[in-house]
């Protein structure tokens, strides 16, 4: 099985810094795709950013110039660097991985369980 385990959430006042961890681990092959998604209270999840095996990323338009995404392959681990925070960029931070077990295997999607990132103005 495949755990997805995220750190570095927490509170902050509107200007400061936080990043963001998420690691995987487990019997994994590639990773093809990493993102970072993000829920309020009362809205849908949405896509802040991801990253894929060839480094080729894409934000979401609220965090394009504040949020920087980028993996340690040899780690299993994407980062999201998020500056100039914001108290609309308070919610639940979740990593999603989708990846192949084996070697032509097929590819299987992960969550992980969420870490709560706070702006306060």
């Known amino acids: 099985q495949v755990q997805l385990v995220e750190s570095g959430g927490g509170s902050v006042q509107a200007g400061g810094s936080l990043r963001l961890s998420c690691t995987a681990s487990?019997?994994?092959?590639?990773?093809?795709?990493m993102n970072w998604y993000r829920q309020a209270p009362g809205k849908q999840r949405e896509l802040v950013a991801g990253?894929?095996?060839?480094?080729?990323?894409n934000y979401a338009d609220s965090a394009k110039g504040r949020f920087t995404i980028s993996r340690d392959n040899a780690k299993n681990t994407v980062y999201l660097q998020m500056n100039s925070l914001k108290p609309e960029d308070t919610a639940v931070y979740y990593c999603?991985?989708?990846?192949?077990?084996?070697?032509?295997?097929?590819?299987?999607?992960?969550w992980g369980r969420g870490t709560q990132v706070t702006v306060s103005s």
């Open positions: 487990g019997r994994i092959f590639s990773i093809n795709a």
């Open positions: 999603y991985f989708r990846l192949r077990r084996i070697l032509g295997g097929a590819t299987y999607e992960y």
């Open positions: 990253i894929t095996t060839g480094d080729s990323t």
